[in-house]
């Protein structure tokens, strides 16, 4: 039997470099779908806001991309977290699942766009993916628009415990609202996006010499690099960005002039206190300068604080795709069954000196025992979880299930 899946990305994603973001390999609806088409023999629609009047239909690497029209809520009407409305995607949406049998699968519900494809579909099965947004919270002296918002917010949570099918979350914390306070009729799954580890490969020792040459890094110390950037209205800290100058002071008490530390992702006033206090810091870089860091360092952290909700996150699976050790808070969002067995050291979040302490503790015992990792070794392990073979075989058993 054919399987036929429409992947839906509630938003619009603005052009990179004159292209559509979908041919620079941007957006989790078009990588999950080329995946589920690739590896899993799909048939497969990626779909998304125009962000403007116009629709576009275009192929990119054999999966059919549709843009739709898209309309600006006034100020007044902004009740929900986005502001941008596409009734033609809505309506695309149901029409492929009714029609032509295509099983949507929907990232990030907690949306405007999200909420009316659910909506109308309520009685169809759905997978729904989640990539950090946190659940509402009843919050009191709010104004009228807030309260408002409030309880539109309420009304798609109630949505969610009608809706049949699967739900991937990221992380357990979502896993256990939606299971235990929600009391959802789907099945909840902790799903992460995933990584092309056939691009992420562990380099060479003399590519990695070669690279900390290029990047100026020091030959013989130990490198522990990280990426503190955020997207959207978060803020680096939940990162740990205000926590760079106090690992680093750490480090160079420890470790001396055998240790060095890159950050990425960081801009402004932090850019300029990083690199006055001897941090290598970049702010946002291209995917492949990113990656080139990586495969020269030898660590990589990110001690995030307790407000951070999306998962592992992307740039860990690239750097265990990559083979090097990671400590990571956020490794504590993951099933104790699902976590790599090797070079995957989960860490407190940080929110008071002994959780940094922990934290160091625990950066320390991987740099004392850093050549006890096998980045091959490790890279294996975390294709199990992190990879898009490991995500086509979970999204096979979710769709046996509807």
């Excluded at 050291?345 to 025992?369: G, S, W």
Aim: charge should be positive; charged fraction near 25%; proline fraction near 6%.
């Amino acid at each position: 039997m054919e399987r036929r899946v429409i992947s839906v990305l509630h938003h619009s994603l603005p052009m990179i470099n004159g292209k559509l973001a979908e041919e620079d390999g941007q957006g989790w609806h078009f990588r999950s779908a080329k995946a589920l088409r690739t590896l899993g023999e799909y048939t497969v629609e990626a779909v998304r806001p125009s962000g403007g009047k116009y629709c576009l239909v275009k192929i990119i690497d054999d999966v059919p991309l549709i843009l739709t029209p898209t309309a600006r809520l006034s100020p007044s009407g902004r009740l929900w977290k986005w502001d941008e409305v596409s009734p033609a995607l809505v309506k695309y949406v149901v029409h492929k699942a009714l029609r032509e049998e295509y099983v949507p699968y929907i990232h990030e519900y907690r949306a405007l766009n999200s909420e009316l494809i659910i909506r109308s579909l309520i009685d169809r099965p759905l997978i729904l993916q989640h990539h950090g947004a946190r659940p509402p919270t009843r919050r009191l002296g709010l104004s009228p628009i807030d309260m408002i918002k409030e309880v539109s917010k309420l009304k798609r949570e109630s949505l969610l415990k009608k809706v049949k099918g699967v739900i991937f979350v990221v992380n357990i914390r979502e896993k256990e609202y939606l299971e235990d306070i929600l009391g959802v009729d789907a099945e909840v799954v902790f799903r992460t996006m995933a990584v092309d580890f056939d691009r992420l490969k562990p380099p060479s020792p003399e590519e990695k010499e070669r690279i900390r040459e290029e990047l100026k890094m020091p030959k013989d110390a130990v490198v522990v690099a990280s990426y503190m950037g955020v997207f959207g209205e978060e803020a680096g800290y939940i990162k740990g960005a205000r926590l760079a100058p106090l690992i680093w002071r750490w480090l160079r008490d420890r470790y001396g002039d055998k240790a060095a530390m890159v950050v990425t992702g960081v801009s402004g006033r932090s850019l300029e206190l990083y690199r006055r206090l001897g941090i290598t810091a970049y702010p946002y870089l291209p995917h492949a300068e990113f990656i080139k860091i990586v495969k020269a360092s030898d660590v990589y952290i990110l001690p995030a604080t307790p407000g951070y909700y999306g998962g592992p996150g992307v740039a860990v699976m690239e750097a265990m795709a990559l083979g090097k050790p990671v400590v990571a808070s956020t490794f504590l969002e993951m099933p104790r069954e699902t976590m790599p067995s090797i070079g995957a050291v989960a860490a407190p979040y940080i929110n008071t000196e002994r959780d940094l302490a922990i934290f160091l503790r625990k950066l320390e015992y991987v740099i004392d025992n850093i050549n006890d990792y096998d980045p091959w070794h490790i890279r294996s392990e975390a294709y199990k979880v992190f990879s898009w073979h490991s995500f086509v075989k979970d999204f096979n058993r979710a769709l046996s299930k509807l």
